[in-house]
């Protein structure tokens, strides 16, 4: 069977290549009865379906694809694996990672298995950002540690220091905050990531009394705040607190009054 159709619109993620991808899915499975190929192409046309937004029909394909295979633990496990990935690409990250940790609990003794070691390194790489999502920062430390542990590809090392910089300034550890947030931008911050970087920086500056590098980060914030989508109204009031307590009165009023709602 020639998947590279199949394949390619499912790594790119392209509208027009997914439409072609289901219609070579459909005629695939109406002459294929092997069950293991129905499985593998009824879990492409559920991919292809979540690319296309069309969540319930992807879910119906995960169904049919368990039944073919109801007794493969390796089935049942893809299954309820792409059932978080449906509700994190949902914007339900709740659902998403109960689902996760679900997994994880209810096949822990095959995740254990060296060839399904990509697997419980990707479900710990999204319980550990998800929990970030879900502003459960305490929980997030161990998970966000321990990820740190696996061979990751720069951008999510970076992301995964940030995150531990973010969960440390939310739990008022200053400098271990700042310290994570400095390691991230030492591998370089990432695009998405560097929208709220700066921000929380200069609150880790701030609190551990680096005045002059916390001015500098809100400068940043304010330079870039309609890029960025930042409260402009907290960038000015940052900026007048910290110019004040370095003594710059003037620039202190100035921000102050920018800062006042208008």
Known sequence: MNNSVIQNAIELRDPTLVGKALREID????STPDPNERVYLLFSKSSCHGILGNFEEARQQLSLALQQEPE???VRLTVEF?????FQQEGK???AFERFSAVLSGHAEGLR????RFMYEDI???RAF???TLSQFRDSIPLLREILSFDLEKEVRSDALASLGRCYLELREWDLAKNYFLQARTIGVTKEREKTFHFFLGIA???TEALPEAKREFEICEEHASEYKLPTLDVYSWLSTISKRLGQLTESERYAQLARPS
């Not at 005629?27 to 109406?30: A, K, P, R, V």
């Open 72 to 74: 493969d633990p390796n």
């Open 205 to 207: 500056y701030f609190y």
């Open 82 to 86: 792409n059932e978080g990935l449906l």
């Open 113 to 116: 298995r060296p060839e399904l």
């Open 124 to 126: 710990q790489q999204r």
């Open 93 to 95: 990250y709740r659902e």
């Open 27 to 30: 005629l695939l499975l109406g």
């Open 130 to 132: 998800l929990s970030v």
